[in-house]
């Protein structure tokens, strides 16, 4: 068992034991996504295909087009596929087992992906066009792994699972990369847990703080971090825990919050500012087989199924599954 997954599957692990006692139900209405194959908009375009075997996906990126990106922890690399007819390929090839591709993002001129390299330590820039690396910086110490990222104007900013800090890297005007990452201690309502605890990564509403999963902080817990300072705040929503939270999408005020080790996805209506937020709906899906990050096109939200709860093998499957937006 290679290390990258026997730290995932220990982190499975532990989710599926402790998230009976702390999840709690939702203040809004539970909703189930239908199991269809297709949708009447956009036309026939599949809600679910195939990744190929063995890939072991965990991020998910979709820019201006609708063509997703996938990242490989089996090997880095990174796959292509188009939303209308599922099918793809490998546009950035990765380098290996030791550098593998966790969280990934686009950049909103479709020229750059932003990878984040897990326990390699790394962040990557590829180029989306010839699939050929542009920079590669490495951050962190031994015991780092670079987890998910997200693009603000000005920066981008990458979690560190097992260590309280985030990852700045400066972006200019076209969005191109600096020279050099700045290191952000988390601070204020922040817990470090003894093993993993930072995890997905997204912006606020008005654009102007981060919000940052934590599994520890009262059994699990959204926070909102302050860029300039990196002073954390818990955002109040309810009842609702993550202890099992992964990957964030928001869209409008609405956020999207994928809880992988129990095969559902929480959204959260926030205020403005993502001071506070109320828990509306909850998607479970028959298809759900430990969904980790989520992107949006259309009126789909899509997730790939990382299946952290089996043994990895050349020969396992994984797929893409989307249901509609709330």
Not at 8 to 21: Q, S, T, V
Not at 35 to 43: L, V
Not at 69 to 81: C, L, P, Q, T
Request: charged letters at 20%; proline letters at 8%; hydrophobic letters at 40%.
């Amino acid at each position: 068992m290679s290390r990258s997954f026997a730290r995932r599957r220990l982190l499975g692990a532990a989710a599926a034991l402790g998230g009976a006692a702390v999840l709690a139900p939702l203040a809004g209405p539970a909703r189930a996504a239908a199991p269809g194959t297709t949708s009447a908009r956009p036309g026939h375009w599949p809600t679910r295909f195939p990744l190929p075997d063995g890939f072991r996906p965990e991020g998910i990126t979709i820019g201006a087009r609708p063509y997703a990106y996938f990242g490989s922890i089996a090997n880095g690399d990174v796959h292509r596929v188009a939303l209308a007819t599922g099918r793809g390929r490998v546009v950035v090839p990765g380098g290996g087992a030791d550098h593998p591709v966790i969280g990934l993002k686009i950049d909103r001129r479709e020229r750059l992906l932003f990878l984040c390299g897990g326990w390699s330590r790394e962040i990557r820039i590829a180029d989306v066009r010839s699939g050929g690396p542009l920079r590669t910086y490495t951050v962190g110490s031994d015991d780092t792994m670079v987890n998910d990222v997200v693009l603000m104007p000005g920066a981008a900013w990458f979690t560190d699972s097992y260590n309280a800090q985030l990852y700045r890297l400066p972006l200019d005007r076209r969005g191109t990369p600096g020279d050099t990452v700045a290191t952000v201690p988390l601070t204020g309502d922040w817990e470090q847990g003894a093993d993993f605890t930072a995890n997905g990564i997204e912006r606020t509403p008005d654009g102007r703080a981060l919000f940052v999963v934590n599994t520890v902080v009262d059994g699990g817990s959204l926070m909102r971090v302050d860029p300039d300072t990196g002073v954390a705040r818990r955002v109040p929503t309810g009842d609702l825990r993550i202890p099992h939270g992964d990957g964030l999408l928001l869209l409008g005020r609405n956020l999207y919050v994928v809880q992988q080790a129990v095969n559902q996805v929480d959204v959260v209506r926030l205020d403005a500012s993502g001071t506070r937020g109320t828990p509306i709906a909850r998607i479970t899906d028959p298809r759900f087989r430990v969904p980790t990050t989520a992107a949006a096109w259309g009126d789909r939200v899509y997730l790939p199924n990382a299946r952290f709860d089996v043994e990895p093998t050349p020969r396992t499957e994984y797929d893409v599954v989307a249901v509609d937006q709330v």
